[in-house]
T-cell receptor
Framework: DGGITQSPKYLFRKEGQNVTLSCEQN?????MYWYRQDPGQGLRLIYY???????QKGDIAEGYSVSREKKESFPLTVTSAQKNPTAFYLC?????????????FGQGTRLTVV | EDKVVQSPLSLVVHEGDTVTLNCSYE??????LLWYKQEKKAPTFLFML????IEKKSGRLSSILDKKELFSILNITATQTGDSAIYLC???????????FGRGTSLIVHP
């Protein structure tokens, strides 16, 4: 089955630690995105990548890092520099350069700082 | 800066009611407007609108776009408890294709 998979579903981090959230897709999509969702805030773009080995900062990239070494994978690292990392993180993917196609989302990772 | 504003932010209704959710936008180089439903985790796609005045319909849900007044509405008729969710509106602009999301409307349908 084609889809987009995020892991883990729940993640607990101690203050000062870096953690990495996984996102894998087998939809052959070029573009992948990371969003952060806080209650009442909608989805805010952290990073996006439209092609392998290239990525761009979104609106709230500070304290986060990404890599895009393979088309299928777009991991997000939440670093200790991110002051308020507790949130729900959503990964999405879509075709690039083809007009009017929707994004597909993973099931999300809920990160809690303890 | 691109802006997408949804209203109301929350709505509580009873089963059988009809609801109208609003999405207005200010963006450069508009390409499309999308509606998603988010029940627990992953948002799922509902509609994509690119042309003014053409209604998209799926069962009890329908949506329409007004590119002159820069807004879209999502209608849900005869609501059911299963319609309880956050409804997200997103706008894609030409060039980057990156969707900008609104804050969402939280809909609760009571039996």
């Amino acid at each position: 089955d084609g889809g987009i998979t995020q892991s883990p579903k729940y993640l607990f981090r101690k203050e000062g630690q870096n953690v990495t959230l996984s996102c894998e897709q087998n939809l052959n999509h070029d573009a992948m995105y990371w969003y952060r969702q806080d209650p009442g805030q909608g989805l805010r773009l952290i990073y996006y990548s439209q092609i392998v080995n290239d990525f761009q900062k979104g609106d709230i990239a500070e304290g986060y890092s990404v890599s895009r070494e393979k088309k299928e994978s777009f991991p997000l690292t939440v670093t200790s520099a991110q002051k308020n990392p507790t949130a729900f993180y959503l990964c999405a993917s879509s075709f690039r350069g083809i007009a009017n196609t929707e994004a597909f989302f993973g099931q999300g990772t809920r990160l809690t700082v303890v | 800066e691109d802006k997408v504003v949804q209203s109301p932010l929350s709505l509580v209704v009873h089963e059988g009611d009809t609801v109208t959710l609003n999405c207005s936008y200010e963006v450069t180089n508009f390409r499309s407007l999308l509606w998603y439903k988010q029940e627990k985790k992953a948002p799922t796609f509902l509609f994509m609108l690119t042309s003014s005045g053409i209604e998209k319909k799926s069962g009890r849900l329908s949506s329409i776009l007004d590119k002159k007044e820069l807004f879209s509405i999502l209608n849900i008729t005869a609501t059911q408890t299963g319609d309880s969710a956050i409804y997200l509106c997103a706008v894609e602009t030409g060039g980057s294709y990156i969707p900008t999301f609104g804050r969402g409307t939280s809909l609760i349908v009571h039996p």
